[in-house]
């Protein structure tokens, strides 16, 4: 893996530990929130609303609903409702729904004792007609189903609403103190699938569950969809209500009273009769629906009991969509997964309102793909997965702008450092260290040496005041000059080969020993093609110029000959400083070679610096043309 690769990996690897560790915290607290239901309501407000707006679907034909209503009632002389269903009644509308060969009837009223008038007509028809299924109450306060029927006609009709007063479950089967009891729903699909050969088996792959041939219905778990540690005794299953308006063909009983049907609507169907007088108040609350009787939100319990039957046929017969859940961890990883897309939006986005436009659209997409998937039969935890989006995804982004500044303004005062050192390491420096080789130097007294010295020592002064005049009117952030002292300054926005020239101009009218003897100067500057180079890459190639000719008036003895060429060759370009004399130890590394050692990988280049035979040095720099 090439050098320059690696580090990019390294810090982008440094840069997305900034949001990491927050993230994964803002996950474990939205799931932590979860599992203690502080966001079940937001869970079941969703799982409505995305049930209430799917597309609608056509009437199920299978299912009439025979409602006593208001009008039905006005039609008797005894305004109430018990006097109206009396056993005569009942059994009158009971013989002459079988007149039309209903396949079963499912009587949704409760009748353990007998209301008059009575002739005890109603118990003949009930044991007569086994088609007929009739209900009874289970929990917590039993009613008996009507006397003398053998359990297979007997169905409960309890419904399990959650704690916010709203029907999303429906019980399938539950134990009692008498044996096991099944619903009216399940008896009611067990006798019309009966006639196409399909029975009520245990599941297969859950064994408490309930099946019908091939197809399972899914068992209610505690934990299942956006329940949190629900009490899920017995066999319960999510209802899965019918979508639109018209769910049902409903007639009233004065119109099977007076005969004014088609009688195909309700030959071989499941016929259910039951209240939808709203002064009898028999009805079940639910955002499911877009239901406006008897009142916003509210649907009769008549037909719960046909959203309950027609679940169960229409998955069996049509393959309609059961509503399934994953299993827990499955629904962890999904959360933790659009957690770290959030993370990831935060880290990618480079502006807040870029940040917020994307994160809108992500959270469009979420709610897309966990609409769709309820449509085909599965319930997602859409609530936790867009908390943990929403929050990683616009709050991690302060955190990771603020990490940004941070290392920006790190990486200035880093640049302001090496270019402050690189000032001085190549003006004042040089002074210095060349007054340190005087005192050091036996061929003089000390006497001899002081105005040398003194005159360096007035150089180095007039430099670093030099050096900190320069600092003080430019803007390093947005550099674009070189300073090489005694207040030289060059634009580096001109030709890199105009600016090696002044470079080398520069540095060789310098007072360096080995300068002194040098009879043959070859230099070469072509033109470069610099849309490549970016102003700092451009600024170190002139200091490694100026760096490699101080080299060799300090080091160079006896050098008599110097070149100097930058030129193209192999689709590289080289510049390279190249003496005759006895030179510095190559293999020593002081702080200039590491910095060109550290230009040359910025330019994904190479650095060379080595003896040449007899004697002399060969110091270049070589970076691809397209690099």
């Known amino acids: ?50 049930l209430r707006v799917r597309p609608e679907e056509t009437i199920d034909e299978r299912i009439v609903i025979v409602g006593i209503n208001e009008e039905d009632i006005r039609r008797h002389n005894d305004y109430q409702i018990e006097s ?16 039309y060969q209903p396949r079963v009837i499912g009587l949704d009223i409760y009748r353990d004792l007998p209301v008059k008038p009575s002739d005890g007509q109603l118990a003949t028809v009930l044991q007569q007609y086994q088609n007929i299924i009739a209900i009874e109450k289970v929990l917590p306060e039993p009613i008996p189903p009507p006397p003398n029927l053998p359990p297979e006609q007997i169905g409960f009709a309890d419904q399990i609403t959650d704690i916010d007063g709203k ?15 099944l619903s009216l729903s ?10 196409h050969n399909i029975f009520l088996e245990n599941g297969i792959r859950d064994r408490a569950a309930m099946r019908f041939d091939k197809t399972e219905l899914p068992r209610f778990l505690p934990n299942s969809g956006g329940y949190i540690r629900t009490d899920a005794g017995g066999v319960q299953v999510l209802l899965n209500f019918r979508s639109g308006r018209a769910r049902f063909r409903t007639l009233s009983g004065n119109d099977i009273k007076s005969g004014k049907i088609n009688p195909e609507w309700i030959r071989d169907r499941i016929v259910i009769i039951g209240i939808t007088a709203p002064s ?20 009769y319990g008549v037909e719960m009991q046909a959203h309950a039957v027609s679940q169960i046929t229409s998955s069996v017969l049509d393959g309609r969509p059961l509503l399934n859940t994953w299993d827990d961890h499955w629904e962890y990883v999904w959360v933790f997964a659009w957690g770290f897309g959030g993370i990831a939006i935060a880290r990618l986005t480079k502006s807040p309102l870029i940040n917020l436009i994307v994160v809108i659209l992500v ?85 001899e040496l002081l105005p040398e010295i003194e005159k360096e020592l007035e150089k180095l002064n007039y430099e670093l ?71 700092e890459q451009k600024r170190g190639i002139c200091r490694f110029l100026e760096e490699a000719l101080c080299n060799v008036g300090k080091h160079a003895t006896g050098a008599t000959r110097l070149q100097v060429t930058c030129a ?17 130890n190559s293999a020593k590394e002081g702080r200039g070679t590491q910095q060109f050692i550290n230009l040359a990988k910025q330019l994904q280049g190479k650095f060379q610096r080595s003896p040449l035979s007899p004697h002399g040095t060969i110091c270049q720099l070589s970076w691809r043309m397209d690099s």
Request: overall charge positive; aromatic content about 10%; hydrophobic content about 45%.
């Open 1 to 50: 893996m090439p050098p320059g690769l690696w580090n990019i990996i390294k810090a982008e690897i440094a840069m997305w530990r900034v949001g990491i560790l927050p993230g994964c915290v803002v996950i474990f607290l939205v799931i932590l929130a979860r599992n203690l239901g502080l966001i079940q309501s937001l869970e079941w407000l969703a799982f409505d609303n995305f």
């Open 465 to 535: 005041r030099g050096i900190y005049d320069y600092l003080q009117q430019e803007s390093l952030d947005k550099d674009t000059s070189l300073y090489l002292g005694n207040n030289l300054v060059l634009n580096l926005q001109e030709p890199l080969h105009d600016i090696l020239y002044q470079v080398y101009s520069y540095t060789l009218e310098r007072n360096f020993p080995c300068f002194k003897h040098i009879r043959v100067k070859i230099r070469s500057f072509e033109p470069l093609d610099e849309r490549y180079l970016n102003i």
């Open 280 to 299: 009898r108040k028999d009805f079940i609350t639910t955002s499911a629906t877009p239901s406006t009787q008897p009142a916003k939100g509210r649907v």
């Open 167 to 181: 029907l999303r479950r429906i019980l399938l089967g539950t134990p009692t103190s008498s044996g096991y009891k």
């Open 568 to 584: 193209a060759l192999d689709g590289w370009y080289t510049l390279a400083v190249i003496d005759d004399g006895l030179g510095v």
């Open 363 to 447: 959270s469009c997409v979420l709610v897309f793909i966990s609409y769709v998937c309820l449509i085909l039969g599965w319930w997602l935890p859409v609530i936790p997965a867009i908390l943990v989006l929403i929050i990683n995804g616009m709050e991690l982004t302060a955190l990771y702008q603020y990490d940004q500044a941070l290392r920006s303004g790190i990486k200035i005062r880093q640049a302001i450092i090496e270019s402050t050192f690189e000032t001085i390491h190549n003006g004042p420096l040089q002074s210095l260290a060349k007054v340190l080789q005087l005192l050091r130097g036996q061929d003089k007294s000390t006497k």
């Open 84 to 99: 109206f269903i009396s056993d005569r009644d009942l059994a009158a509308l009971l013989l002459k729904l079988q007149t």
């Open 186 to 195: 399940v008896r009611l699909a067990s006798a019309y699938l009966a006639h």
